[in-house]
């Protein structure tokens, strides 16, 4: 087997971020496009996101679950309203369910795993895992009870920004060598990061989308950094430093379309944080850059505001029973069928 070459070196990658001429940005956009277009066609992947928790022991400095955000609404949906939000999925004919939370030990390995094994055995639906950092017999029996997917943002690959980011971590934990742990265990795994940290460079970032190639990651979801006033990162001013990367949505376009000339066959997402800071355009932009999955949003209404990672997320599309109409419909705008 010969591995398959780089399409772009780490420098191409830099300039390319760096690139403000408007000419030469629909260029890099165009071809994203052209990739995505050839190698995963025009279907929009729909996956139901449904947030089960909101409780985290962790202290993410970016993040507005973080254990010390005393203003943070704590819940914790039962076994059967997460069924509920499963069979609500299924029955739209959406093929896969993402189920994420802050890192709550009350959600332990046993929890889940009944949480995996009963929608499973309800629905068949694939099941997608994002809870963070966890020990490797709870991923090994999550495997086990039928979990397809694991997510897990590397964040950053500067290891100085990253201990930044995470502080007061009671051990160190290598999200690297977690996602080819869990790659070994057999899942599928997704990983990115998010765009304009305060303290990324353009240099980092480089970097961090050389690393998809390297990875060979099936999934890369990426968004831009939206900052929240009741985290220690989101306290405006940050100190300013050379080469920042701005967390808009021309870098993200950017993070999006190089994603997918690194990695043609990857599933990549239009985010929610994207659509926060650029609202409906941002949707339909990072879908046109190279972008191919939706992830609408199915926590119960009553929940949704409480799972608040960022202030004022976007809802990508209203997940009511018409909704695949409705996106059928906008999709239809830019040639794009939801799936
Ligand atoms: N506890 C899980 C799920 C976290 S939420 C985990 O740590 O993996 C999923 C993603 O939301 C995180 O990986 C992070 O990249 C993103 N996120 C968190 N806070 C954010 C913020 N303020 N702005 C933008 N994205 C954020």
Redesign the pocket.
Same mark, same amino acid.
């Given at each position: 087997m010969t591995a398959n070459p780089k399409p772009l070196t780490r420098d191409e990658i830099e300039s390319r971020l760096r690139e403000e001429d408007p000419q030469q940005l629909e260029r890099l956009f165009g071809a994203a496009d052209a990739v995505r277009a050839r190698h995963v066609g025009e279907a929009v992947i729909l996956r139901g996101l449904v947030e089960i928790s909101s409780h985290?022991k962790r202290s993410c400095a /970016?993040?507005?679950l973080r254990a010390q955000n005393k203003s943070a609404v704590r819940y914790r949906m039962e076994n059967a309203e997460i069924f509920a939000c499963a069979e609500r999925i299924a029955k739209l004919g959406i093929g896969t369910i993402v189920l994420?939370?802050? &890192?709550d030990p009350a959600l332990d390995r046993d929890r889940v795993a009944e949480v995996i094994l009963g929608i499973k055995e309800r629905t068949g639906l694939a099941v997608t895992l994002?809870?963070?950092e966890r020990e490797d017999a709870d991923y090994e029996a999550w495997r086990r009870a039928g979990a397809d997917r694991y997510l897990?943002?590397f &964040?950053t690959s500067d290891p100085e920004l990253y201990s930044r980011i995470h502080p007061r971590h009671t051990a160190p934990f290598d999200r690297f060598a977690a996602l080819h742990r869990l790659r070994d265990m057999g899942y599928e795994i997704g990983s990115g990061v998010?765009v304009g940290i305060p303290g990324q460079t353009v240099e980092s970032l480089a970097r961090d989308i050389e690393l998809f190639f390297e990875l060979g990651l099936p999934m890369i979801g990426s968004?831009? /950094?939206?900052?929240?006033p009741a985290t220690p990162l989101g306290i405006s001013p940050q100190p300013e430093i050379e080469d920042q990367v701005p967390a808009d949505l021309i870098s993200s376009l950017k993070v999006i379309a190089l994603s997918r000339i690194l990695r043609p066959d990857a599933n990549i997402p239009s985010t929610t944080?994207l659509a926060t800071i650029a609202g409906e355009n941002g949707r339909a932009r990072a879908l046109e850059t190279g972008a191919n999955v939706l992830m609408p949003n199915f926590t119960p209404e009553a929940r949704r505001a409480d799972y608040a990672?960022?202030p004022n997320k976007a809802v990508l599309c209203e997940a009511s029973d018409h909704m695949l109409e409705g996106l059928r419909r906008d999709l239809s705008d830019i040639g794009r069928i939801p799936r």
């Open positions: 985290c /970016y993040c507005g994420q939370a802050g &890192e994002s809870l963070g897990l943002r &964040e998010m968004g831009p /950094y939206v900052p929240d944080a990672i960022y």
